[in-house]
């Protein structure tokens, strides 16, 4: 019996030995839970910054709501990339007489102001104060619609867009500026916008203006952009009384559906 004693030792250590390794054994795996959960609690910061980062990464052109000073309305065209001003344009400031000499001093400042600050927070231009004001709230109100279209994903453009078979249909909402029409009572320039390939809103940038022309620009231009929508073209006729600031919109009208792709 007592030689026996070492062999009985020998099984239950070799036992013991077997049942330590399926212990450690089990235990291993309880540890891969808390390791996959620390990995997947990573994941949702990750994928709440993706949607912040899309944002100011379009580029278009927009038009400013034309500011009405004691010289003149002032409008602003401003052209965004990536989220930044890389160019400023007046479409409309004061002109006749003195007015001609201060927005040709002014204006090209105001532009340069504008790109540098990347806003509307622009200083004045001494001896163009009033235009000063109406070029800063234009290029507010031109931003903040560039900012509504990043937002809703429209696509804006203008007199700079690219040539036909720019394949419209698919891109949204384009709104573009046409090429001032030089006429005899003054030039004549249209914006148009475009969705789905058709024509959904007109404006008159530029009409003539002054004297008689007043009279004959508030009664023609609302015909002819009603007259612009229904045709869905350029193709419209004359108003009665205003044949030359009828060719004159409708010359503009049409380079601004050239850009457009037709």
Do not use: F
């Not at 400013?64 to 930044?84: E, H, I, L, N």
Request: aromatic share 2%.
């Amino acid at each position: 019996m007592r030689k026996s004693h070492p062999v009985r030792r020998a099984v239950l250590a070799g036992a013991a030995t077997v049942s330590g390794i399926v212990l450690l054994l089990s235990l291993k795996p309880a540890s891969d839970p808390g390791s996959a959960s620390a990995a997947g609690g990573a994941a949702p910061p990750v994928a709440a910054q993706s949607p912040q980062g899309g944002r100011g990464a379009g580029a278009g052109t927009v038009t400013g709501d034309a500011a009405r000073t004691q010289y003149g309305p002032v409008q602003v065209r401003v052209t965004v990339s990536g989220g930044k001003i890389t160019r400023a344009e007046a479409v409309q400031a004061p002109k006749g007489g003195q007015s001609d000499r201060v927005t040709a001093d002014a204006v090209p400042k105001l532009n340069q102001a504008a790109v540098a600050a990347g806003n509307a927070d622009i200083d004045a231009v001494s001896g163009a104060t009033y235009t000063s004001a109406g070029y800063a709230k234009s290029l507010q109100s031109a931003l903040d619609k560039a900012a509504a279209a990043a937002g809703s994903g429209e696509q804006e453009s203008s007199g700079s867009g690219d040539g036909p078979g720019g394949g419209d249909a698919g891109q949204g909402t384009q709104v573009l500026t046409g090429d001032a029409a030089q006429t005899q009572y003054g030039p004549v320039q249209v914006r148009v916008t475009v969705s789905g390939g058709r024509i959904t809103d007109v404006e008159a940038l530029q009409a003539p203006k002054g004297g008689r022309s007043d009279q004959v620009t508030a009664d023609a231009v609302p015909k002819l952009n009603q007259a612009a929508v229904a045709a869905g073209t350029a193709d419209i006729d004359a108003v009665s009384g205003a044949t030359y600031t009828s060719a004159g919109y409708t010359q503009s009208l049409q380079s601004a559906l050239d850009r457009a792709g037709g």
